[in-house]
């Protein structure tokens, strides 16, 4: 509760439909007089929707989603959350029945990476898993004498250590005079 108003409600099912009782209808403040903190009025409509799919298949923040929506209406009351919202709708239905990692899979054999992947002993739980394009690993065995590893923790929600391996070739230019 943002601000700590005591007014609640019980809803129970009773047979097919739902029950509401009020426990407690009292506030602590007086009820506002604009509507702006009501979320049903920022409720995204299709054309919205379809806006935040396009912008989040182009990585762009959900602040700069939302300030184009007032952009295009200065009367639009949507929220970052209710982009947010929409975001992680999107990408979940994108994903399909797949799991996370099922679907970080498909997209690396889809895009021809090349991939390897080490279980834990006797069980589908993978512990190790590294991608990579084929153009480097001809690059690599061209050019194997120099390799920089930069290693960055923490860089995804999962806490999982990420190892970026940046490789860099010697490249003999000759310019005509």
């Keep these: 509760m943002k601000v700590k108003c005591p007014f609640s409600l019980r809803c129970v099912p009773s047979g097919i439909s739902w029950k509401v009782m009020v426990r407690c209808g009292m506030h602590n403040h007086k009820l506002s007089k604009d509507l702006e903190v009501h979320d049903i009025l ?10 935040v799919n396009d912008m989040t298949k182009y990585n762009m923040a959900p602040r700069y989603i939302v300030a184009a929506l007032k952009h295009k209406d200065q009367k639009n009351l949507t929220s970052v959350t209710q982009v947010y919202t929409t975001r992680a709708t999107y990408r979940t239905s994108k994903r399909g029945a797949l799991a996370e990692m099922q679907m970080l ?5 889809k895009e021809k990476y090349m ?3 080490r279980n834990r002993d006797k069980s589908d739980v993978v512990t190790d898993i590294f991608w990579t394009y084929p153009d480097s690993v001809k690059l690599l065995n061209m050019f194997h004498l120099v390799l920089i590893f930069n290693c960055t923790y923490k860089t995804n ?3 999982i250590p990420l190892v970026v391996i940046v490789d860099i070739f010697s490249c003999l230019c000759l310019f005509g005079t």
């Design 157 to 159: 929600r999962y806490r």
């Design 105 to 109: 899979l498909s997209l690396i054999h």
């Design 115 to 117: 991939c390897w992947t």
């Design 42 to 51: 920022g409720r995204l409509k299709d054309q919205e929707r379809n806006f």
